[in-house]
């Protein structure tokens, strides 16, 4: 079956330190895989997906088909990176189904 | 126009009326999508349209009511709803079904049923 997981619900940093967030999938197809981000009192927003390779807000994720992984780096922490993040497995074909990882709410302490 | 909008932002109901959840976008996106999102949990799928067609119901009791009227709204009919009903309801949008195109999310209602 198809599965996201992340196994750290907090993860808490000081600012200015490295942060790295987990995340695994099972999925025998081809997967696309998205980083969604919720800031406090916000909606939930693309942060950033493996297909486009791009950097957003400092934050990489790398597929790695070998280990199943699409973990989330950035190199210096924010206090405004301070929110909850969610990985997401989308099928192959046109589906339109996501499937979240349960979350990890990332904590940057000054 | 880039948003998702969703009203009522809040929404109190009894076990036996029946009310509905509007979602709209003018993206042009022609799929729509409606999750269900307890706290501190991630967004549960329960309905996928595309192109104003029902596409998936991921077995949502029948006490939730989807209707797409236009390709510029969604809405969600609720009637004899549950206690455990009560929940954050999140309506997304994207261009087309397929893990290529992003979802926008609306910022939800929040539903309590008493």
């Known amino acids: 079956a198809q599965r996201v997981t992340q196994p750290e619900k907090l993860l808490s940093v000081f600012k200015g330190a490295p942060v790295e967030l987990k995340c695994n999938y099972s999925?025998?197809?081809?997967?696309?895989l998205f980083w969604y981000v919720q800031y406090s009192r916000q909606r939930l927003q693309l942060l950033l997906r493996?297909?486009s390779r791009e950097s957003i807000k400092g934050f990489t994720a790398d597929l790695n088909k070998g280990e199943t992984s699409f973990h989330l780096k950035k190199p210096f922490a924010q206090e405004e990176d301070s929110a909850m993040y969610y990985c997401?497995?989308?099928?192959?074909?046109?589906?339109?189904?996501?499937?979240f990882g349960q979350g990890t709410t990332l904590q940057v302490k000054p | 126009d880039t948003e998702v909008t969703q009203t009522p932002k809040h929404l109190v109901m009894g076990m036996t009326n029946k009310k509905s959840l509007k979602c709209e976008q003018h993206?042009?996106?022609?799929?729509m999508y409606w999750y269900k999102q307890k706290a501190k949990k991630p967004p549960e799928l329960m309905f996928v349209y595309s192109y104003e067609k029902l596409s998936i119901n991921e077995s949502v009791p029948s006490r939730f009511s989807p209707e797409c009227p236009n390709s510029s709204l969604l809405n969600l009919h609720l009637h004899a709803l549950q206690p455990e009903d009560s929940a954050l309801y999140l309506c997304a949008s994207s261009h087309n079904l397929g893990g290529a195109y992003e979802q926008y999310f609306g910022p939800g209602t929040r539903l309590t049923v008493t």
């Open positions: 997401a497995l989308s099928f192959s074909g046109n589906t339109g189904k996501l499937i």
């Open positions: 993206m042009g996106h022609r799929a």
């Open positions: 999925y025998s197809g081809s997967p696309e």
């Open positions: 493996h297909i």
